[in-house]
C-alpha cells in the first residue's frame, strides 16, 4: 500500500507518541529494583565506561554533577550512589520516565531536567545553579532507542522513519529524504556519514522518492542496498546513511559544539568535562577542542615569538583516550567504538 508523505508523517508522530506517552514505562533494568519493592521490569540500556566515567569526575559528597544524557539513568545512579548531587538532563521523555522512577531513591540529590545538553547553562541557571564541578556527556544512542522499533533508529524491524531523541525536535528522517533537495541530502550524506557514494545515493533517493515516499525504515534500507548491493559485506549499505540522518535529525554536532564552546562558562575550577563518543566525527571535535583549549602558547609563522593563548581554559588529563576493556566489550560489543575524553578547568 502506498502512502502519502503526510501519512507518513502522521504514521511517525503516532508512533513517538505511542512509545514515549502510552507504553508502560520500563522503569528498571532487568532484575534491578528501585529500592522501594516494586517490580523489576526490562532491560532499558547498557551503560558504557561506567566506572572509568564516574571515576573521571570524581563523584563525591558535595558535589554538584550534571550528566547531559540521562538515558537510563547509569551513569547518573553511581554519581547519586558516591554521594554527589546531580542534574540529569535529557530531551527523551521515556528515558526520564524510566530513570525517575529508578532513581527516586535518592531524593532531592536527583535533579531531573527535560531539555538539551547544548541547553545546560540556561537550563541551570533557570534552577540557581550558576557553577558545578563536572560534566559528563554520551553522545550514544541508547540501546532502547536502537531496539525500539517505533524510534526509527534501526533498520532491522520496520518502524517509521524518524529517528529523533526527543519528540520537541522539529524534523524526522522521512522530513529529508522526500522534501530536500539532492544537494542537500549528499551533504547531509557525505558530511554526517563519510560515504564516498553520496551524491550516488542522493540522487537515487529523489529519484525513488517521485514514485513512492519513504515512509519506513526497512523500505528506505532495503531500497539502498538495491543501489549498492552488500556483495557479502558485514556492514549493510544504509548504515553510514542512517547515521548520517539521525545526526542532521538531531542536530547532534551542532548540540556538541554549543555544549564545548560554553562548558567553561558552568564548570568551576578543578571542575571535569567528560564526553564519550562513538564515532570519529565527534571524537575529532572533543580531541581538537581540549588540545586548542590545554595549549599554553600558540604560534604562527607570521609571529616572532609565541603568544600566550587566550583560550588556554582546560588541562587535558587524557592524553589518549579511555576505551573499553576485553570483558566490557565482551558484555556489551556496542562499547567497542566507545572512547572518554576527559579535560579539566583551570582557573
Known amino acids: ?17 505511542m512509545i514515549s506517552c502510552s507504553q508502560p514505562p520500563c522503569l528498571f533494568a532487568e532484575g534491578e529494583s528501585n529500592g522501594g519493592g516494586g517490580e523489576a521490569l526490562p532491560h532499558y540500556h547498557e551503560t558504557v565506561l561506567l566506572e572509568e566515567s564516574v571515576d573521571a ?38 528515558a526520564h520516565a524510566y530513570a525517575g522512577k529508578r532513581l527516586e531513591k535518592f531524593g532531592e540529590r536527583f535533579h531531573p531536567v527535560v531539555g538539551n545538553f547544548a541547553d545546560a547553562v540556561e537550563l541551570l541557571r533557570e534552577r540557581g545553579v550558576e557553577k558545578v564541578d563536572g560534566w559528563l556527556v554520551d553522545l550514544g544512542v541508547s540501546s532502547r532507542q536502537f531496539d525500539c522499533d517505533e524510534r526509527g533508529f534501526s533498520f532491522q524491524k ?12 522539529p524534523l524526522t528522517a522521512a522530513d529529508i529524504v522526500n522534501t530536500w533537495s539532492e544537494q ?19 540522487k537515487y ?87 586548542n583549549a590545554s595549549m599554553k602558547e600558540i604560534d604562527r609563522p607570521e609571529w616572532p615569538e609565541a603568544r600566550p593563548n587566550p583560550d588556554l581554559k582546560f ?14 566489550i565482551k558484555r556489551n560489543p556496542r562499547s567497542r567504538s566507545a572512547v572518554l575524553r576527559v579535560g579539566e578547568r583551570i582557573s
Not at 502506498?2 to 507518541?17: D, I, N, W
Not at 520496520?158 to 525536535?169: F, K, N, T, V
Not at 542537500?184 to 542522493?202: L, N, Q, T
Open 315 to 328: 588541562n587535558s588529563i587524557t592524553r589518549k583516550p579511555i576505551k573499553a576493556t576485553a570483558e566490557e
Open 57 to 94: 569526575m570524581l563523584a563525591g559528597p558535595g558535589k554538584v554533577l550534571i550528566d547531559g544524557t540521562l538515558g537510563g539513568g547509569g551513569h547518573t545512579g553511581l554519581m547519586l550512589e558516591r554521594g554527589a548531587d546531580v542534574y540529569a538532563i535529557d530531551r527523551d521523555p521515556e
Open 158 to 169: 520496520e518502524g517509521p522513519l524518524d529517528m529523533r531523541m526527543g519528540p520537541s525536535s
Open 205 to 291: 533517493i529523489c529519484e525513488q522518492r517521485v514514485l513512492q515516499p519513504y515512509t519506513t525504515t526497512t523500505q528506505f534500507a532495503a531500497s539502498i542496498e538495491k543501489l549498492i548491493p552488500r556483495y557479502g559485506k558485514k556492514i549493510h549499505p544504509a548504515t553510514k546513511v542512517f547515521q548520517a540522518l539521525r545526526i542532521e535529525v538531531n542536530d547532534e554536532l551542532g548540540a556538541l559544539k554549543r555544549l564545548l564552546e560554553t562548558s567553561a562558562d558552568l564548570l568551576a575550577p578543578g571542575g571535569r568535562l567528560c564526553v564519550i563518543s562513538f564515532h570519529s566525527l565527534e571524537d575529532r571535535m572533543v580531541k581538537r577542542f581540549l588540545k
Open 1 to 17: 500500500m502506498k502512502l502519502s508523505y503526510q501519512s507518513a508523517v502522521a504514521r511517525a508522530e503516532a508512533g513517538y507518541r
Open 184 to 202: 542537500e541530502i549528499a551533504r547531509v550524506i557525505w558530511e554526517y556519514g563519510e560515504e564516498r557514494a553520496s551524491r550516488k545515493i542522493a
